[in-house]
């Protein structure tokens, strides 16, 4: 059996979060982390409902319907 430890430290899996408390990795769904430093703030709120849609969902990534979805729930409409 092959280890893929160092140090001899055990695996700590993140990715599943604290099911004790129900707690989530939030900071690892983030899809728009990079592009949060913007001055317009409706691109902010986008993506803050995009984060909190992943969330709620459990979704790492989503779809376009998704998307629109979450466009929906803000007001956007066509």
Known sequence: MQSFTSNNEPFVDRRQGNRA???HPASERRQF???RNTSRPEVDELAKAVDQYKLRHRRRFITFEELFDVMASLGYHK
């Open 33 to 35: 982390s990079d592009s």
């Open 21 to 23: 408390t129900g707690e």
